[in-house]
């Protein structure tokens, strides 16, 4: 067990730019979730996949993110034309979701910091 | 709709003093309740889960949780915090819906 991987650690970028973060989970989680973390906040969530499938994606996603697990492996996450409110931490985590035990805690990567000048 | 609620935004106690942090749940049935703590720039790490049975559940590092329905909170504790506690905590609920809900988190500062 590896843990939750993210790539990369930090991203400073100027605004309009897109940008695309990778996150690779624990290899037998079938459940990989994105969320953003603001300063003093808990972690928001974005969206989440199992598998491949991506089942539900948060109002707080504009149409300028898009997150993709192709072969229901590693996500992207890919930030079109970015603003300066984009900044943040984001994170990504994993859970191995069996048919008989809905509920698995989720394992977290160490974040990808993103700062919007 | 399910919600955390984490009353003190920030904490500080001497080193040995004895640690509860509050957390309180808003959700209609039976809640899977988790505590968390992140050190600075890292991610968030699992201290502990409930999910049924035995209302105090016992974590790593030392820490303690006792889920009460009544009073719809799951309270974290330690008896002794050492200066390596010194974190950010989150409680988190997790819905049938496989979301989950953080609250804003607790910042403890340990003294020496």
């Known amino acids: 067990d590896t843990g939750v991987s993210q790539n990369p650690r930090h991203k400073i970028t100027k605004r309009g730019q897109n940008v695309t973060f990778r996150c690779d989970p624990i290899?037998?989680?079938?459940?990989l979730y994105w969320y953003r973390q603001t300063l003093g906040q808990g972690p928001e969530f974005l969206t989440y996949?199992?598998?491949?499938?991506?089942?539900?994606k948060s109002r707080l996603l504009s149409d300028r993110f898009s997150a993709e697990r192709p072969k229901g492996s590693f996500s992207t996450l890919e930030i079109q034309r970015t603003e300066q409110g984009d900044s943040a931490m984001y994170l990504c985590?994993?859970?191995?979701?069996?048919?008989?035990?809905?509920?698995?805690?989720?394992?977290f990567g160490n974040g990808t910091r993103l700062t919007v000048t | 709709a399910q919600s955390v609620t984490q009353p003190d935004i920030h904490i500080t106690v001497s080193e040995g003093a004895s640690l509860e942090l509050r957390c309180n749940y808003s959700?209609?049935?039976?809640?899977?309740l988790f505590w968390y703590v992140q050190s600075p720039g890292q991610g968030l790490q699992l201290l502990l889960k409930?999910?049924?049975?035995?209302?105090l559940v016992q974590g790593i590092k030392g820490f303690e949780a006792e889920f009460k329905r009544s009073q719809s909170s799951f309270n974290l504790r330690k008896p002794s915090v050492h200066w390596s506690d010194a974190a950010e905590y989150f409680c988190?609920?997790?819905?049938?819906?496989?979301?989950?809900?953080f609250g804003t988190g607790t910042s403890l500062t340990v003294i020496p």
């Open positions: 290899s037998e989680h079938n459940r």
């Open positions: 959700y209609g049935a039976t809640p899977y």
């Open positions: 985590a994993s859970s191995l979701a069996r048919r008989t035990e809905t509920n698995s805690p989720l394992h």
């Open positions: 409930y999910f049924s049975g035995d209302t």
């Open positions: 996949f199992q598998n491949e499938a991506q089942l539900e």
């Open positions: 988190a609920v997790q819905n049938t819906g496989n979301q989950f809900y």
